[in-house]
């Protein structure tokens, strides 16, 4: 337990306490009773400080009752295949701080609009987003699949075909699913990869089989379980050809590297702010041309039979409004320094193959993933070498997991030394070598030859 960084939870918590103490004080100011706890409050922060100085004290292990406290990112290097993209900002932080009460970007809302908010700039922030994807118009949603929600409820009837890839999200499928829609498979074949040519052969089959064309494709620029990069490029081009629609999924690109839209091909552009954006979960973003725009992002035409209420500013994929606070204000907190880190794309990408490199040094250990890796998330099989270790060792498949986190190293699925993802995104160099060290060295002690 890494008792300085408990102290700064500490403080934190006992600095939110104090807080908690003009919320409930007359806008007159404190009475004297208020002031004696403010004072009391401001010692107990600088007896904590002191603390932390020191590196004395006992650690706190609660937030509440039975939460426990998470330092997963404070104590140990996080390897988890989801988690790192949606790593917070400081920024980020400071912004949950400061709008974490419900409805908190709502105070100054004149439209009834999310999106037209001005103060804090929600408005300016969809402007830049949009731009940020090179499409005309986009809308912040509760994650990715929130974002297929949306576009497969505004375009598919009840038995409308939907292309996917076979290594495709499950929520993608949901999505197809919840508007009685089928599904379609574009097969990856023996690389693990979509080509352009794979979705036309699809879309060839389907129309032989069904007389019908798909009513739209969605892919991802590179998959969850890979990490492998799809040719988007290649889809979109065949997409334009048969006139389908094409979503692009980039919940595993867009926040982490420069993606445009339109340069793609792309109809809709699909993005998730907890697992790329840096953002509070559930976060994401829709963005679409101007010509979808109108469909997806359509004004509400119900009216109420006997008030004739009606609702036309609302926009009803969305149900009016979707990020309310803390998740939107984590975005955009988080978003100039989005900006900046997807230029730095290529040196993630060379951190991820320098460690792939010295990991596959050690004898048995393979990679999954296609290789070179051109992405940060990676499928390794450790079939030959920690898991022929683990048959003989007491606690089995949980060894590995112990040898790193004794080391500092955590977020692989404990219990998996077989077929298993890790991600590098976001680790310095630093980092990435105690990393590849850490992976020779169990290795080195349960005598895996390593060349
Ligand atoms: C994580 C992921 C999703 C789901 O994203 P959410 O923002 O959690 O909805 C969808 N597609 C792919 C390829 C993913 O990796």
Redesign the pocket.
């Known amino acids: 337990m890494n008792i300085r960084a408990r102290k700064i939870y500490e403080a934190l918590f006992a600095l939110e306490d104090l807080r908690g103490i003009f919320r409930h004080a007359l806008p007159t100011g404190l009475d004297k009773n208020e002031e004696e706890q403010l004072l009391t409050g401001i010692a107990r922060v600088e007896a904590i400080i002191k603390e932390l100085k020191e590196g004395k004290g006992s650690p706190i292990k609660y937030v509440e009752d039975k939460i426990e406290l998470r330092t997963i990112e404070e104590e140990f290097i996080n390897i988890n295949a989801?988690q790192p993209g949606g790593r917070l900002t400081p920024e980020a932080r400071k912004a949950l701080i400061a709008y974490g009460d419900g409805y908190s970007v709502c105070d100054k809302c004149l439209e009834g609009r999310l999106d037209k908010i001005r103060k804090p700039p929600v408005d300016e922030f969809h402007a830049e987003l949009a731009e940020f994807v090179g499409m005309d118009e986009v809308r912040v949603v509760p994650?990715?699949?929130?974002g297929f929600q949306a576009v497969t409820s505004s375009l598919l009837e009840k038995g409308d075909i939907v292309l996917v890839s076979d290594l495709?999200?499950y929520?993608?499928y949901l999505a197809v699913e919840n508007v009685g829609g089928k599904i379609k498979e574009v097969p990856s074949g023996e690389k693990n990869i979509i080509t352009g040519d794979a979705v036309a052969e699809k879309i060839e089959s389907v129309k032989e089989e069904t007389g019908k064309l798909p009513k739209l494709i969605i892919i991802?620029h590179f998959?969850?379980g890979f990490g492998n990069e799809h040719d988007v490029y290649g889809v979109g081009k065949v997409a334009k050809g048969y006139d389908i629609p094409f979503l692009y999924?980039g919940?595993?690109s867009v926040g982490i590297l420069p993606v445009n839209g339109k340069d793609i091909g792309a109809d809709f552009v699909v993005g998730?702010?907890?697992?790329s954006m840096a953002a509070v979960a559930?976060s994401?973003i829709l963005a679409t041309t101007e010509d979808w725009a109108p469909k997806v992002f359509r004004g509400s035409h119900i009216v109420g039979d006997t008030t004739g209420r009606r609702f036309e500013n609302k926009e009803p994929e969305m149900l009016g409004c979707t990020l309310m606070g803390g998740t939107l204000l984590s975005m955009m907190a988080s978003f100039p320094y989005i900006k900046e880190r997807v230029k730095r794309w290529d040196e993630e990408v060379k951190k991820s193959n320098y460690f792939i490199q010295e990991f596959l040094r050690i004898e048995g250990n393979k990679i999954s993933s296609e290789y070179p890796r051109k992405h940060t998330l990676s499928k390794v099989d450790t079939r030959d070498s920690f898991d022929r270790i683990a048959k003989r060792h007491k606690r089995r498949g949980f060894f590995l997991s112990d040898e790193l986190k004794r080391r500092g190293i955590i977020g692989e699925f404990a219990g998996s030394t077989r077929v298993w993802e890790l991600n590098t995104y976001g680790l310095c160099w630093g980092r990435i070598k105690y990393l590849s060290e850490a992976f020779k060295e169990i290795a080195g002690k349960y005598e895996l030859p390593i060349r």
């Not at 994650?143 to 929130?146: E, F, N």
């Not at 998730?272 to 697992?275: E, I």
């Open positions: 989801i994650g990715a699949r929130r495709a999200h929520t993608e991802e998959d969850y999924n919940a595993y998730s702010g907890h697992k559930p994401g």
